[in-house]
């Protein structure tokens, strides 16, 4: 009975979208095929030209890799049999401020899996309380492991993931792992799905220089519809573009929320002290430590120490997503400034490592998200300029447009695998303009991070001064640069 309501929620949500973008489509008048309309739509086009360029080569791809290239090096991983088999497997956990109800979820799937996979195993929990511990040997006893699963805590003080990861490295560097052993990183949201482990450790002896990989993503969003629906989009939307990455080996992000390393790399002192006090050196505003971010700071340290990064399409995860705020409209906006600014930190510093250490591509979407701000904002700027001064035909037009590609684009995400809904084609179109002056404002304050969850930002102690200096010169910046955006786009319309 709920899938059948769901069902026909959806049917009723899909009927509304193209109901009211026929409306649309059917006001639009004649005057939008005059000389100066076509000149606003080729004018749009020009715009997008950039933009759905990038998107389309992720696309296909993506496409190529999921259903070309990783079926065969599946298909090789399976052939190596025993001889793809890991020494052994060390599960790293880190927990904190997170309820008990997902603690004892995420554990048990780990758990689980430790003692299903078939592979000796140590669970190492990096965990502030004890109440988290008590929990833990509970769960223990009750789900009593094979002999060949042991347990490990490292107790640590609150002071951030960072410390909590770099603890439980130098816990796992003290069992002296050898050559052929692998770590998953897991965080304390994340569910386990069956398999996981077998599914993600052989590739390590299939790449020979692959230092870590990431895994599909799926959601349950203790939330509001919309904010299910954003976080479901987000993560469809990941698996393609990750899958676009994995074609050359080159995934940007090794995911917080669940990735595996070789042994030997999360025991490299370099790598440790990258993720444990990562930061930079900034022209303005100084040198700052990263709080946020460790699952970047992780991928450059293998992209600088000269490692491979993959993606496992098949192998899935569940996520139990805790949004910031009851608000949708704040709490994305939370998430965005953390994920872009965890994102900006990293770029420059990564694009100077080179094409020949990133490859072309790479570097191309490195490049990307740098200008992908201004780009993402130049189509309703435009509508709205040409709007005050020829008309609304243009605004009709402009949402016309917004709401066909939209829909498209939503329809491509079908063959991700994941479910898409009614709301995609609205949230897409949110993400872009909201985004995009997320990423605007936080492009120049790099040094502003906080945790959403553990509600802790970063306190640098600068003089008043400094502290005025870095205030006012990162207002004028985005002053000057919006102006010179805005007068730029006025002169060509």
Same mark, same amino acid.
């Given at each position: =009975?709920?899938?059948?309501?769901?069902?026909?929620?959806?049917?009723?949500?899909?009927?509304?979208?193209?109901?009211?973008?026929?409306?649309?489509?059917?006001?639009l008048p004649r005057t939008v095929f005059t000389p100066e309309s076509r /000149?606003?739509?080729?004018?749009?086009?020009?715009v997008g030209i950039w933009r759905y360029s990038m998107g389309a080569l992720h696309y296909v791809r993506g496409?190529?890799?999921?259903?070309?290239?990783?079926?065969?090096?599946?298909?090789?991983?399976?052939?190596?049999?025993?001889?793809?088999?890991?020494?052994?497997?060390?599960?790293?956990?880190?927990?904190?401020?997170?309820?008990?109800?997902?603690?004892?979820?995420?554990?048990?799937?780990?758990?689980?899996?430790?003692s299903n996979c078939g592979y000796p195993c140590t669970l190492v929990c990096s965990i502030v309380e004890l109440s988290d511990e008590l929990l833990i040997k509970n769960l223990w006893g009750r789900l009593n492991p094979p002999d060949q699963v042991k347990l490990d805590f490292v107790r640590i003080p609150g002071t951030g993931k960072r410390d909590g990861l770099a603890h439980g490295f130098r816990a796992i560097s003290r069992h002296m792992p050898d050559e052929r052993a692998v770590v998953a990183v897991i965080d304390g949201d994340t569910v386990l799905s069956p398999g996981v482990i077998r599914k993600t450790a052989p590739f390590f002896q299939l790449f020979d220089n692959l230092g870590g990989l990431t895994t599909n993503e799926y959601c349950e969003v203790r939330g509001s519809y919309i904010m299910s629906e954003w976080h479901k989009l987000r993560f469809a939307?990941?698996?393609?573009? =990750?899958?676009? =990455?994995?074609?050359?080996?080159?995934?940007?992000?090794?995911?917080?929320?669940?990735?595996?390393?070789?042994?030997?790399?999360?025991?490299? &002192?370099?790598?440790?002290? /990258?993720?444990?006090? /990562?930061h930079l050196q900034h022209w303005r505003l100084g040198n700052f430590k990263f709080l946020t971010g460790d699952d970047k700071s992780s991928w450059y340290s293998l992209m600088r120490l000269g490692y491979d990064t993959f993606y496992v399409p098949d192998a899935a995860i569940n996520t139990v997503e805790h949004p910031p705020e009851k608000s949708f409209i704040k709490a994305s906006r939370k998430l965005m400034f953390r994920w872009y600014g965890n994102n900006l930190r990293q770029n420059a510093r990564a694009l100077r490592l080179g094409v020949n250490r990133l490859g072309g591509f790479t570097s191309l979407v490195l490049f990307d998200q740098r200008v992908s701000m201004w780009t993402s904002l130049l189509g309703p700027c435009?509508?709205?300029?040409?709007?005050?001064?020829?008309?609304?035909?243009? =605004? $009709?037009?402009?949402?016309?447009?917004?709401?066909?590609?939209?829909?498209?684009?939503?329809?491509?995400?079908?063959?991700?695998?994941?479910?898409?809904? &009614?709301?995609?084609? $609205?949230?897409?179109?949110?993400?872009?303009?909201i985004g995009a002056m997320v990423k605007v404002y936080v492009f120049f304050r790099l040094d502003q991070q906080s945790w959403t969850r553990q509600k802790t930002k970063l306190n640098r102690d600068l003089a008043s001064f400094q502290r005025w200096f870095n205030t006012w010169s990162s207002r004028t910046m985005t002053f000057s640069a919006a102006s010179v955006f805005v007068a730029a786009l006025m002169w060509v319309v």
């Open positions: =009975m709920d899938k059948l309501k769901a069902s026909l929620s959806q049917a009723s949500g899909w009927l509304l979208y193209l109901t009211v973008l026929m409306a649309l489509a059917l006001a /000149d606003f739509i080729l004018l749009l086009g020009v496409m190529l890799f999921l259903y070309v290239v990783f079926p065969h090096y599946r298909r090789k991983a399976k052939a190596l049999g025993s001889a793809a088999d890991p020494s052994h497997v060390y599960l790293l956990v880190t927990s904190f401020r997170i309820d008990a109800l997902t603690t004892a979820q995420v554990y048990r799937s780990v758990i689980e899996e430790a939307q990941r698996h393609i573009n =990750m899958s676009s =990455m994995a074609l050359n080996k080159r995934v940007l992000t090794l995911t917080g929320r669940m990735s595996v390393f070789r042994a030997k790399v999360i025991t490299d &002192p370099g790598f440790i002290a /990258d993720v444990e006090s /990562d435009v509508a709205i300029i040409a709007t005050i001064k020829y008309g609304f035909a243009y =605004m $009709l037009l402009y949402i016309v447009w917004i709401g066909l590609t939209r829909l498209i684009l939503t329809l491509l995400l079908l063959a991700s695998g994941h479910r898409i809904g &009614p709301a995609y084609p $609205l949230i897409l179109y949110y993400n872009q303009i």
